[in-house]
């Protein structure tokens, strides 16, 4: 049974920085694509980052390149995500997600979501 357990949520000042995590069990990913998404209160969720397995091809969305860096260690099946010069509109529930094939975007797996809250 595939689980992915996100960690290193929490309430952070406004310029901090804060470091997810996101284990995954059951299942290797090498090779397979490895993502963050975010959900804001009454907000649809949005793609922040995705990291392709293998030769680790990185992406990004909109406006969030620059501050956050996806990366991952394949020997511990982990992705992370580093967030740098946080804003207030980036309080949300993070989601890691993870695709069972190599397509980009099928992404099947899901973790249950960290919070992360920016106080102004």
């Known amino acids: 049974q595939v689980q992915l357990v996100e960690s290193g949520g929490g309430l952070v000042q406004a310029g901090g920085s804060l470091r997810l995590s996101c284990a995954a069990s059951?299942?290797?990913?090498?090779?397979?694509?490895m993502g963050w998404f975010r959900q804001a209160p009454g907000k649809e969720r949005e793609f922040v980052a995705g990291?392709?397995?293998?030769?680790?091809?990185?992406y990004y969305g909109l406006s969030l390149k620059g501050r956050f860096t996806i990366s991952r260690d394949n020997v511990k099946n982990t992705v992370y995500l580093q967030m740098n010069s946080l804003k207030p509109e980036d309080t949300a529930v993070y989601y890691c997600?993870?695709?069972?094939?190599?397509?980009?975007?099928?992404?099947?797996?899901w973790g249950q979501g960290t919070q992360v809250t920016v106080s102004s």
């Open positions: 059951g299942r290797m990913f090498s090779n397979y694509p």
């Open positions: 990291i392709r397995w293998s030769g680790g091809s990185t």
């Open positions: 997600a993870a695709a069972g094939s190599t397509t980009w975007g099928s992404w099947d797996y």
